[in-house]
């Protein structure tokens, strides 16, 4: 199970830092990752991290946005630094894991990011 936090409303050039608690698993193992979604559109990727610390981003936010985890704490985390109003939408952590054919994939509720210009 995954619990998104950290939403809410800012203006353009603000910051917030979204958390994702991770339960009833240990995460560890997963590759872990940020989508978000926009009314009548598809969810995207926005970053993504694997389970040994290998790190992408989408183009449109590197430079201003950080994924991390903290393993210790079942913690996902996204920064987001210098937002811009095409960065709301809503944001889902995504938990994936595939062991052969053991395939294994959680998603958080969505957490509402609104940057107003």
């Known amino acids: 199970q995954l619990q998104a936090s950290g939403g809410g409303s800012v203006q353009a050039g603000g910051s917030l830092k979204l958390s994702c608690a991770a339960s009833g698993a240990t995460f560890s193992n997963y590759k872990m990752g940020w989508y978000r979604q926009t009314s009548g559109q598809q969810r995207e990727l926005v970053a993504e991290i694997s389970a040994i610390g290998r790190i992408a981003y989408t183009d449109s936010v590197k430079g201003r946005f950080t994924i991390s985890r903290d393993n210790a704490k079942n913690t996902l985390y996204l920064q987001m630094n210098n937002l811009k109003p095409e960065d709301t939408a809503t944001y889902y952590c995504?938990?994936?894991?595939?062991?052969?054919?053991?395939?294994?994939?959680?998603w958080g509720q969505g957490t509402l990011v609104t940057v107003s210009s």
């Open positions: 995504n938990a994936f894991s595939q062991f052969g054919t053991d395939v294994r994939e959680y």
